[in-house]
């Protein structure tokens, strides 16, 4: 137990360095879930563009929301944004902080996975091989619209029987691919040349106001977690003055049966300092009612 309890308070006090690590390895499994996905197109004019789009864009909101749920600060973002006012009030910088740092974390790896997809090109050959000008290929002439459509639509599927002879499906294979490696190289230098330009420029900003919203950020999230962490030392040792007030009540019943019951003076040492003398379920609820709506200032 006192492992798992070291290892808890490591991932209390590093919540940032874990959080780092826990967006990385979503990242990289992203990777290895494209890679190990059988990719196949269903080759059909009505569902080519549906199920590429849908390969591109559907794991990339999954694995946002994951980041978005595997991160602590989202949720204590959204307390401190919607808490009312109070004693405290409310810093939005604090807030805007908080809500650019999770934004980053959680959009790594569906970046990673829209980057892995236009560099692989199945999906958008896939979701675009019926949207391309058939005059720019010489193999889809003298065909008919239907038929002109049937067959770029089969252009993913080499092994199709109609496309095994078609000189210009592996032109229109390479044209696909090539804007869409094009076009995720162009992304990936895009965020490179972004995440540069903001690491150099950063200092012409008021690193003043930066620091305060991170110590702050940091501030409100440790908060949480104290009072989290109070208030189950609280009800633990409520529930066990309950439980003792019961049996205590049961004098004659458990004396029957030849049990033993710790006198008064033998409690733990200090409970009843604990306890604060919040000994009554009014005065509990009563006490979190004023810590949502009326949070104090921090000045003591």
């Known amino acids: 137990m006192d492992r798992f309890r070291m290892i808890f308070q490591y991932f209390q006090s590093n919540s940032e360095s874990v959080m780092n690590g826990i967006c990385g390895l979503l990242a990289l499994a ?23 789009l849908g390969v591109m864009f559907v794991p990339p909101i999954a694995l946002f929301l994951c980041g978005l749920i595997f991160n602590r600060q989202s949720l204590v973002m959204l ?20 809500c650019s740092s999770i934004m980053q974390r959680a959009m790594l790896a569906p970046v990673v996975w829209i980057v892995v997809t236009l560099l692989d090109g199945k999906c958008l050959i896939c979701a675009l091989s019926g949207s391309v000008d058939p005059e720019k290929f010489v193999g ?40 869409s ?3 995720g190289w162009s992304i990936l ?16 900003f008021n690193q003043a106001t930066i620091l305060q919203a991170r110590h702050w950020s940091n501030y409100i999230d440790i908060e949480q977690k104290i009072f989290e962490e109070t208030c189950c030392e609280h009800s633990r040792l409520f529930a066990h003055k309950c439980i003792l007030h019961f049996f205590e009540s049961m004098q004659r019943e458990v004396k029957l049966h030849s049990f033993s019951l ?31 709506y009326e949070k104090p200032p921090l000045d003591i």
């Open 30 to 52: 992203s990777v290895k879930i494209y890679t190990s996905f059988d990719f196949s197109c269903p080759c059909l004019p009505q569902y080519n563009m549906a199920y590429g």
């Open 181 to 183: 490696q094009a076009l």
């Open 189 to 204: 230098l895009i965020l490179i040349v972004a995440v540069f330009l903001a690491r150099w420029l950063s200092p012409c």
């Open 262 to 292: 710790p006198r008064k003076g033998e409690r733990a040492e200090g409970e009843e300092d604990l306890l604060q003398g919040i000994a009554d379920q009014d005065q509990v609820n009563k006490l979190l009612k004023m810590w949502y």
């Open 140 to 179: 889809f002439a003298n065909t008919s619209t239907v038929q002109m459509q049937q067959l770029l639509a089969k252009v993913p599927c080499k092994d199709d029987e109609l496309m095994r002879n078609n000189t210009s499906r592996k032109a229109v294979s390479r044209y696909l691919r090539c804007w």
């Open 79 to 98: 307390e401190e944004w919607r808490r009312p006012q109070g004693h405290r009030r409310k810093d939005l910088a604090v807030i805007r902080y908080m």
